[in-house]
């Protein structure tokens, strides 16, 4: 009897099995019905009376939550009776060897007590066991996904009411303004607008919000900027070409409201046109979610715009297809119409794309500090910790700070600004994020000579006190020496605007009270000065000072053809100009001995 008892529980078990794994297909599949009624029957023993329980469930939610939870019990039940009587079973089966045990031993020829009687019982109800269990899994991943859904829709509608109420407060606060003063002054007390399409209260929770209304947000007029990229990337020891998007919607005074990157595969990350145009229609898809009536969505693809404006025909049919899909989308708003921009007005989009390129190169791993994320740099080809990637603004190409740190120093040994180490991008590296790699030394270095790339030659000017060395421009300089010196302008003083000291704008030296520029130049001072013992150093040495910027050049080896590094080209024999990559005087290009000299001293020009 027992036996029987626990072959129909396994039966119950393999039946509730089939009932929950067809259940859950149709709510992987979304072939379950929104609203139906449904009868559960629920048998809580093999032996007892069935009980028939309906449902009338009135949301999906509801009807998806009373079934999963409804099969969860059955099974548990179920599982919990064939452990007690497979545990009923064992204990009258060793009963019965007991009892035949001792009958055995009774009787003359009986085999020894040593003997024993193996019973193997049949595990045929292991694998439906194991089964069980998975299906319990699936039903508490269904029943999690529904609740993160209904979450989803909650904060959905809480946004909405937010983004109602601030457009609400928009308005007022512009009816505010256009009062006059002396009406505000009268009846200002009285002016009020209260907000009454979402919850009576701030405190009032979520669901208890009344049905939403749109009338403020289809009024509105909002901004959807798209961008959709596509790079070749290195993930591990292998290229790979992969795609993103970035999504955001802003107000009409351009407040950010929601962003959304997403990662495209497939035919999507193979074509930057498909990239682009997937970008529009999933920023478009995001507002529809939000109600919004009036919109214009910024890209700044001109072969995009060209193909959703109507004035170019696609010839790919997968492109087709987008365009088609955007034009159908804009017909669900009341007014819904592109706009090109330049790539500076959409960085931040550009952002949300590239982050979501970012999340498909990286991979996990484990170290001794737990789990990472590493990232492969394309120009060492090493995996290199997130945290160590250094990504370049404007164009957030992603490189090791070791590799940054030698591109940037090799560029600032050279005179020049850094830029993005990636094959033709022109982006400009950031001073204030090359802390990060850099020393705060080579930084300051940095700082100093972006601002002398932004001087023009002519318009520099250094303070000459060796402890100060400031750089300026002069008609600031002059500007603010006025306020402390009368005749400034005219006699060539200038004060500081650092260390605050006076000096000569003509001599380059402090300020020479009581005698002209004249007076000093024939004096000790000034020969003994800075500027005058360089002037005599580069005259006994043969130096040849650039007419432009005035800085001086020794020649070392080579021709006699200088690039000054203001970017004037002139002859250094006679100091005449060159003009497009030719001389205008007759001297000689180059000498034999600087070429000479060249060769055996320093084999790198």
Sequence with gaps: RERDRVVSSQKHILKLNKQTKTIVSQIFLGTLPLSFSTTVTATRSPGNKTEKETLMATTEADEVTVILEEQREEIMAAKALARDHDLAFN?????????????????????????????????????????????????????????????????????????????????????????????????????????????????????????????????????????????????GEARAVVGGVGVAICDSANNLIWEVKKVLGGEESKSPEIAELEAIVHGLDEALTFDLGRVTFFIDDFKIFNYVTGRVEPRQSVVATLVNQVALLQNKFSYCQPSLLTRNDVKFVFKLARDAIVSQIKWPEETSEGKTFKETCVICYEGIIVDKMFSVDGCFHRFCFSCMKQ???????????????????????????????????????????????????????????????????????????????????????????????????????????????????????????????????????????????????????????????????????????????????????????????????????
């Design 407 to 605: 591109h940037v120093e090799v560029k600032l040994l050279g005179g020049q600004t850094a830029s993005c180490p990636s094959d033709g991008c022109k982006s400009e590296v950031k001073i204030e994020c090359c802390a990060k790699f850099l020393d705060p030394k080579l930084v300051d270095v940095m700082i100093q000579r972006k601002k002398e790339g932004s001087i023009s030659v002519t318009d520099k000017v250094y303070c000459p006190y060796p402890k100060c060395s400031e750089l300026m421009v002069k008609a600031e300089v002059l500007e603010y020496t006025k306020q402390f010196f009368v005749g400034a302008e005219r006699s060539g003083a200038r004060k500081c605007m650092k260390c605050g000291h006076f000096f000569c704008m003509q001599c380059k030296v402090p300020w020479h009270y009581g005698i002209t520029c004249e007076e000093f130049r024939r004096s000790k001072g000034y020969q003994n000065a800075g500027d005058g013992m360089l002037k005599s150093l580069a005259q006994s040495k043969r130096w040849r000072q650039c007419i432009k910027c005035n800085n001086l050049v020794e020649l070392v080896w080579g021709c006699y053809h200088i690039t000054c590094r203001c970017g004037y080209e002139f002859c250094y024999t006679c100091g005449a100009e060159w003009k497009n990559k030719k001389a205008t005087c007759t001297c000689p290009i180059w000498d034999e001995r600087n070429i000479i000299r060249e060769r055996n001293v320093n084999p790198r020009r």
């Design 91 to 235: 204990l009258q089966l060793q009963e019965a060897l007991a009892a035949s045990r001792a009958s055995l031993t009774s009787s003359p020829g009986s085999p020894s007590d040593d003997a024993t009687v193996n019973f193997t019982g049949g595990d045929a109800g292991e694998d439906e066991f194991d089964f069980t269990s998975l299906i319990l899994q699936d039903i508490a991943r269904v029943d999690q996904e529904m609740q993160d859904r209904e979450f989803g829709k909650k904060e959905m509608k809480r946004l909405k009411v937010d983004l109602d109420r601030r457009i609400h407060d928009q308005k007022f606060a512009k009816e505010i303004m256009s009062i006059p003063d002396a009406d505000w002054s009268k009846d200002g007390d009285y002016f009020q607008k209260p907000y009454s399409l979402g919850a009576s209260s701030s405190s009032s929770s979520v669901a208890n919000v009344p049905p939403f209304s749109v009338s403020a947000i289809g009024d509105e007029s909002f901004r959807v900027y798209c961008k959709g990229l596509v790079s070749e990337e290195m993930i």
